[in-house]
């Protein structure tokens, strides 16, 4: 059962009876990757749209699904895995009409809006009840309330949903991803946050980041709440400015979660290695990229998931290239 409750907002629920009732047979699905623009000597950027926990917000995402500018700027969605009961239908739609620069993110914090520092003894519950949804739905990384989490609720997330990837907080926190001990997960905050109107001044931030932090591959996470924007011109408008730049580039969420989590980032080298070994790569090459892998492998087991991912990285930029150098010449 479910009940949703809206109060002081303009957008409205209705016909959620209706919705309901329409079965559809869908899951989300990871956008494309190209995986030569891995692990570079650049800032990454990509755009995060907050509130995807409000089913209302679901519903009248419409209005800036059908914006001309979708598909043009790589943004993460947030979006309710309740909508694979609720509304299905919906959840059909975005799922069959996404770009290649559309991803889809749990909203806060997985099958429902909780924090969990407030409530932690119901952390295994829920995140029972939000594991089950997130199968069912085909989400792989999600949205964590509570800025300041303790030790365990982070790496709990990561090993019984088996995302991919975990954004914390709601606002813009001036910091950078990172990772606890126990997990490759990595945990992404907001680094600046961005309105309507603001692509001058979000982009002198973008700037002076890349100036002030000399740390190479950098990522940045620019939050944007839907509340503040009409449509996403804006995004466009900032995500042109970052494509003229030669420090920065932009890239979909799910490449640039690649490059931060190791196992996944490992996992998809050896996949495209295999591949490679039935091609015309060259012997150099396939050893090349096996020592990344194998260095890569050594980091993991021993933590150090940035210095693991650097080479994972590696791996899939030789590989990736290397495919496409023989595609060309088929």
């Known amino acids: 059962k479910f009940v949703v409750v809206v109060t ?19 899951k989300f699905k990871l956008p494309p990757i190209d995986f030569s623009k891995l692990g570079l000597d650049k800032v990454y950027v990509t755009f995060y749209m907050n509130d995807g926990d409000n089913v209302q917000w679901n519903i009248m995402m419409r209005d800036f699904w059908e914006d001309p500018y979708r598909g043009k700027v790589p943004v993460a969605w947030t979006i309710s ?11 059909k739609y975005y799922v069959e009409t996404m770009s290649e620069l559309d991803a889809f993110v749990s909203g806060p914090s997985g099958a429902g ?13 829920f995140l029972g009840l939000t594991n089950e949804y997130f199968k069912r739905s085909g989400l792989m990384f999600t949205e ?14 990561a090993k019984e949903l088996r995302v991919l990837a975990i954004k914390i907080g709601y606002r813009g926190m001036d910091t950078f991803p ?20 603001e692509e001058r001044k979000a982009y002198n931030w973008l700037r002076a980041i890349a100036t002030v932090y000399k740390r190479r591959p950098l990522h940045v996470l620019v939050i944007c709440v839907p509340w503040e924007f009409k449509s996403l011109k804006s995004l466009r408008l900032l995500a042109d400015m970052i494509s003229s730049d030669k420090e ?30 039935g091609t015309g790569v060259s012997k150099r090459t396939l050893l090349e990229a096996e020592d990344c892998l194998r260095v890569a ?6 933590g150090r998931w940035r210095e693991a991912s650097l080479e994972a990285n590696k ?12 595609s060309k010449e088929d």
């Open 297 to 302: 492998k050594k980091y993991c087991e021993e």
């Open 315 to 326: 791996a899939l930029r030789i590989l990736a290239s290397s495919l496409k150098l023989i």
């Open 248 to 277: 920065l580039m932009l890239v979909n969420f799910h490449e640039f979660v690649i490059m931060l989590n190791p196992e996944y980032g490992t996992k998809l080298a050896e996949e495209l290695l295999k591949r490679a070994k």
């Open 8 to 26: 002081g907002n303009p957008y409205l629920v209705s016909n959620l009876t209706v919705w309901s009732g329409i079965r559809a047979e869908v």
């Open 178 to 197: 990172y990772y606890t001990s126990e997990s490759p997960v990595p945990i992404i905050p907001g680094t600046i946050e961005f309105s309507e109107g």
């Open 144 to 157: 964590v309330l509570g800025e300041f989490l303790d030790g365990e609720t982070l790496p709990k997330y």
């Open 113 to 125: 809006y909780w924090y969990p520092n407030v409530n932690p003894e119901y952390t295994d519950e």
């Open 81 to 91: 895995p309740f909508l694979v009961d609720l509304a299905p239908l919906v959840m």
